[in-house]
């Protein structure tokens, strides 16, 4: 129950930020129809784009009174920092929900993609942007940064790295002459690959999350 409130504390400190999430829906839906050179299941890779921009609020909302002040909740290091990243997770999911929700217009207006390849490309791209966003909770955790305009990388490099790496991979692999045999055999394997995927995101999510308590722990 304490770390469900340290969750409901942590969406307290981002509910200012989560009126950015329509916006990027918007964004997300105007693209996806109108242009006809948008890539299957783009809407998808671009809310969890947006949800990696903004789930790291919790980090950046923490003052040093604010910070002393969640500290005297009674609430266990444990629960801080394993409610910290199931809210990571929690606004990893609402982004793919509506993403989804996003492809699925898509589909009633031009029935260009498939079902089966909505929801294998969905767990790909949800296990990825699980790793982006364990990475960065986890480097957010070990290293204190404190100038603004290293935090605001911090913050975005994850983001673009996830939507332009797999965009690119997304671009090299509809070429006429492929991407190799590398991205052959990926295109050939790619409910395996989601899965992989998928498993592997949710396994660092833990192992950072252990590693990101056990190092708070040690500061107490």
């Known amino acids: 129950m304490k770390t469900i409130k340290c969750i409901k504390l942590d969406i307290l400190k981002s509910k200012s930020i989560f009126k950015f999430l329509p916006f990027f829906m918007a964004i997300c839906l105007f693209f996806s129809v109108a242009s006809n050179e948008t890539p299957a299941c783009w809407g998808i890779l671009y809310m969890l784009f947006g949800g990696l921009i903004i789930v790291t609020t919790p980090f950046f909302a923490m003052s040093n009174i604010s910070e002393v002040f969640t500290n005297m909740l009674p609430a266990s290091v444990a629960d801080r920092v394993f409610g910290r990243y199931l809210f990571g ?8 929900v509506l993403g989804i929700a996003a492809e699925f217009f898509r589909i009633m207006v031009s029935g260009e993609a498939a079902m089966e390849e909505i929801w294998v ?3 790909a791209f949800f296990g990825a942007a699980l790793l982006m966003m364990s990475l960065e909770f986890v480097i957010l955790y070990f290293v204190t940064i404190k100038n603004a305009q290293v935090l605001s990388i911090v913050r975005m490099v994850p983001a673009f790295v996830l939507f332009f790496g797999i965009n690119a991979l997304m671009d090299a692999g509809v070429k006429e002459r492929g991407p190799g045999e590398m991205l052959q055999w990926a295109a050939g394997h790619m409910r395996l690959l989601s899965v992989v995927v998928l498993a592997a995101g949710v396994l660092v999510t833990i192992i950072c999350a252990i590693a990101s308590w056990l190092h708070e722990r040690a500061k107490y």
Request: proline share 0%.
């Open 89 to 96: 997770t929690f606004v990893m999911v609402i982004s793919a």
């Open 121 to 123: 490309l969905s767990m």
